[in-house]
Nanobody, 119 residues
Framework: QVQLVESGGGLVQLGESLRLSCAAS????????MNWYRQAPGKQRELVAR???????NYADSVSGRFTISRDNAKNTVYLEMNSLKPEDTAVYYC?????????????WGQGTQVTVSS
């Protein structure tokens, strides 16, 4: 069974930084795309950043230049370095990955980690 476990969320002040981690575990053959989404209260879940297996990345306009996504393929882990945080970055952040595992190729989600930015 494949699991994604996020860590690193918390409460920070305006302008500070946080680093989120998401580790995939289980009978994994390979991981294709790894993504970070977020959902703020009353809003739809949105894609924040994406990294494909080759290392190419994409970012939402709202975080471009402030957030950096990276991955360690040896550890099946994806990271999100968040700098210059703003109150509007407050949300639950979810890790998502397309994984080829024992059960076949499927989309997996983590449980989410809360990020709160106070002004």
């Amino acid at each position: 069974q494949v699991q994604l476990v996020e860590s690193g969320g918390g409460l920070v002040q305006l302008g500070e930084s946080l680093r989120l981690s998401c580790a995939a575990s289980g009978s994994i053959y390979s991981i294709y795309t790894m993504n970070w989404y977020r959902q703020a209260p009353g809003k739809q879940r949105e894609l924040v950043a994406r990294i494909i297996s080759g290392g190419s990345t994409n970012y939402a306009d709202s975080v471009s230049g402030r957030f950096t996504i990276s991955r360690d393929n040896a550890k099946n882990t994806v990271y999100l370095e968040m700098n210059s945080l703003k109150p509007e970055d407050t949300a639950v952040y979810y890790c998502n990955a397309l994984i080829n595992a024992y059960a076949g190729v499927r989309d997996y989600w983590g449980q989410g980690t809360q990020v709160t930015v106070s002004s």
